[in-house]
């Protein structure tokens, strides 16, 4: 004798399933992208030398659509606290933002993975910029060491062609980049207090694998800290075509971030 289901196993009603049947919730196959947009207001910026055009957009960035930033500089910016992969402060400008997921904040107690997708419009090549894309603990701190910061990083020389810059991974003060990608996916899971490590993937214009890289993050600490997102934008090195007055950057940066049972 056939058995027939009294209930849909994922939404509970009566009749029989009325679906796919499975788990329930929502898909995790193809799932869409989140825009990091800077202008939306739930990002606190941090700029402790002033350097961002306060007058330009919001706070120094404008949102100028198909999922695009683009930063102004007010001041001039030079020296190792404004390179992302120097030190031994960070002083360049970031925002930063609680990572919440389904209106739960995520700690570093959580088992997250956190997914940057990097993207760079080099024709807009005023100085020899970079961006990071990272979580972090405290990214209201300067100091390199004390952010326990993991994630993904671009940069440019204004002597390479528009379409020919760095795309990698970063933790704290290093970066390990490749290089004539269109874009950059990094991930990088945390949990138990740690991170251990962050990879990256690069891509062409038609979405094909072109160069991989990775670093071990080796970052530790407490099991009840609230984790953040992060994105800062800088200089390539220390000296030489940085920062000025008026420089843009403009760049796109998407995120998917879940965590699971342990």
């Not at 209930?7 to 049947?21: L, M, N, Q, R, V």
């Not at 997708?117 to 990214?139: C, K, S, Y």
Request: proline share 3%; glycine share 16%; hydrophobic share 35%.
């Amino acid at each position: 004798m056939p058995i027939y289901p009294c209930f849909d196993p994922t939404t509970g009603s009566s009749g029989g399933s009325t679906g796919g049947g499975g788990g329930g919730g929502t898909s995790l196959y193809d799932l869409a992208w989140t825009d990091v947009d800077l202008t939306d207001g739930s990002w606190t910026l941090r700029d402790p030398g002033s350097k961002l055009d306060a007058g330009y957009g919001t706070g120094g960035v404008t949102n100028v659509g198909g999922g695009f930033m683009r930063v102004q500089w007010g001041a001039a910016a030079s020296g190792a606290d404004y390179n992302w992969t120097a030190g031994p402060n960070h002083l360049a400008p970031r925002w930063y933002k609680d990572l919440v997921i389904d209106g739960n904040t995520v700690t570093t107690g959580d088992l997250a993975f956190i997914m940057f997708r990097m993207e760079l419009d080099g024709t807009v090549n005023d100085f020899d910029q970079a961006i990071v894309a990272a979580h972090a603990v405290w990214p209201d701190l300067d100091p390199a060491n004390s952010m326990s910061a993991a994630g993904g990083y671009l940069s440019k020389s204004t002597s390479t062609a528009a379409t020919n810059y760095n795309l990698g991974v970063w933790t704290l003060s290093t970066a390990t980049t490749t290089n004539n990608k269109k874009y950059m996916v990094s991930v990088a899971h945390r949990g138990g207090g740690g991170v251990g490590s962050v990879c990256g993937q690069g891509y062409d214009a038609s979405n094909v694998a072109a160069g991989n890289v990775s670093r071990n993050a080796n970052l530790f600490g407490g099991t009840s800290l609230t984790l953040r997102l992060m994105i800062g934008v800088g200089n390539q090195l220390n000296t030489g075509n940085t920062a000025g007055i008026g420089d843009n950057q403009k760049f796109s940066i998407k995120y998917k971030a879940m965590t699971v049972g342990v």
